[in-house]
């Protein structure tokens, strides 16, 4: 018997499970799953592709990737093709798409005020396990907005909260944690109902 991992607290970030041969464990299900660590309810849909595996061995690298995914970047921009991106635990540096100069989070865009290493994100945990979402400048030649209002220095460190939006350049990306949503596909479903952002005149 296996034990299905199917998200993580929102609040503490302590993994959710049932045993696979749960009766609730089906594709598609929504179920209510208190956190042994911190007693948070949450709400998690049962995703098919994690039902197809039954012993423990066989679901660790089934999460290897999901577990890795702490958050997302998704691209929501006027003028620029929605993207998503993964975030990891530890430097996340942000930019636009340059084979000769790449990054962890390249960005398509025609925007050419967009640095090719612009932005740093950094990803840490806590004592508690609930993560903490910084920001920085790396210098870029045109700088980093947040929520259209805060351009930071280069002497700025600044934390991130779940739906901020990041300006590089001229094109707007919005940070989405596993506070808000479980997976990249929500991630990204969410931030398209949501309305643009101001761009701020560079």
Known sequence: MGHVKLGECALCQSA???????????????????????????????????????????????????????????????????????LKLGKNILGRFSPDKPCDVMIKTNDVFMSRNHSLIEVMRRPDNVLIFTISDISSTNGTFINAVRKLSKFDKLILKDGDTIQLGKTKVVLKTRQSTQNSTDATENVKREAYTKTVII
């Open 16 to 86: 959710l499970g049932l045993e696979d041969n749960h009766p609730k464990v089906r594709p598609g299900n929504i179920l209510k799953i208190k956190c042994p660590r911190c007693n948070t309810v949450n709400s998690i849909k049962v995703p098919a592709e994690r039902i197809s595996k039954s012993t423990q061995e066989q679901n660790h690298q089934a999460f290897t990737t999901i577990e890795q995914e702490v958050a997302w970047i998704i691209v929501h921009d006027e003028h620029t093709a929605a993207q998503t991106f993964p």
